[in-house]
């Protein structure tokens, strides 16, 4: 019989889930599972599907229905904690069940299905490389319930993966990258303010650095070393989560010492480089910065031209300086780093 979970507070009150579960029985082994369903009725029809699925895999071998929608949320929801590129997996997720929709039956899924899919994105402009990387996410989402959950499912999107043709690297000329930071100084209306500062600190830390976005808006006071010229960055900050630690040249500590001064400015006590400081969310670290990025890029007349920019910038920038080109791809490999 489906039932509610019941939780008693600290107050002495209980709390009451408003979803009901079932648990069944099988070969002496007890088996729950959340119906998220807020009426006895449907957690009773439930009850029954998947009694109804339990013997038909025991009895005839034969596979229980495996929704797009079950494989994703209860995939995201296992590694929410241990995956970086969660919140892009999500936005992964909602393109591929745009095309499949929640009640697409995974067991019938076959390679025409994800042929088809890639030539619905093609057909809306995307290219072969993030078409790649969103069926890479249902593939692997696939393998996990195969080795996790026991799911006998065929995995068709294996050797479907498209040929990524690159064309050079964009990044900045000398002139460009001094027409970017002008124009990042300029701000939204025009003059310099605290926003401006803060994306020429982020320009300009990208370019003579190398860090990532996310190394660079995750960075704290606590790891700049002004005093010695280098930044430090530990293993829960980077890709790779190996640590490393970056040197700064004088244009590098000269914007991370003028990002410090305008936060004392503004009494602002925060133990972020890059955070908000006059907004609701003063003191807290500025999650992202893509929007000013391109603002600033559209005042420069620039075109072509994203965060990751900056880091291709910083590479061929060594090379220009007559630093071996593989020096620099062995100093990049050594930082865990890969364009």
Known sequence: MPYKNTKRRKDGSTYESPYYKISITTNGQRLQRSTRAKTLKEAKQLEAKWKDEIWNQQALGVEPERLFIELMLN???????????????????RNLDSFFGQDFVLNTLKKRHISDYIKVRREVGVN??????ELSLLSTAIKHSQEHWDWNLDNPVSGKRLAELEGPYRYLSFDEANALIQAAGQGKSGYKDSEALYLTTFIILGINTGCRSGEMLGLEWSRVDLENNRIRLEASHT?????????????ASQALLAQRE???RHGLKTPFVFA??????????????????????????????????LRHTFASWLVMAGRPLLEVRDRFLENNACF
């Open 75 to 93: 995939y995201l929801k296992e590694t929410e904690q241990v995956k970086r590129s969660h919140k892009t997996d999500i936005a992964r997720a």
């Open 276 to 309: 908000h400081i006059d907004s609701l969310w003063r003191g807290q670290r500025i999650g992202d910065l893509k929007k000013s990025f391109a603002s600033a890029c559209n005042r420069a007349q620039i075109k072509g031209v994203t965060p990751h920019t």
């Open 239 to 251: 890709k790779t989560k190996k640590a490393r630690t970056v040197p700064l040249n004088p244009s």
């Open 128 to 133: 072969d490389k993030t078409i790649n990387k």
């Open 262 to 264: 305008e936060q004392f």
